[in-house]
């Protein structure tokens, strides 16, 4: 609902981007964070914001592909 009212809410792109883990829609994900990451360039004024919230899926990503590719002891 929020990206309706706001498409380019970074919050929700990053926490909507996450759940797209959460399901393994890992291609989902990398295009949320690849939007973040084009929001940053061509937002000057916001772009602290779109890449602090593109640096977290970042993190997110690696984390789910450690995850599900590393055997865990």
Same mark, same amino acid.
């Given at each position: 609902? =929020?990206?309706? @009212?706001?498409?380019?809410?970074?919050?929700? @792109? $990053?926490?909507?981007? $996450?759940a797209f883990l959460g399901v393994d829609s890992v291609d989902a994900a990398q295009a949320a964070l690849a939007n973040l990451r084009q929001m940053a360039q061509s937002d000057s004024a916001q772009? =602290?914001?779109?890449?602090?919230?593109a640096d977290t899926l970042m993190?997110? @990503? $690696?984390r789910y592909r450690l995850e599900r590719f590393v055997p865990q002891k």
């Open positions: 609902m =929020a990206l309706r @009212i706001k498409p380019d809410y970074a919050p929700a @792109i $990053e926490y909507r981007a $996450e772009a =602290a914001v779109f890449t602090a919230y993190v997110a @990503i $690696e």
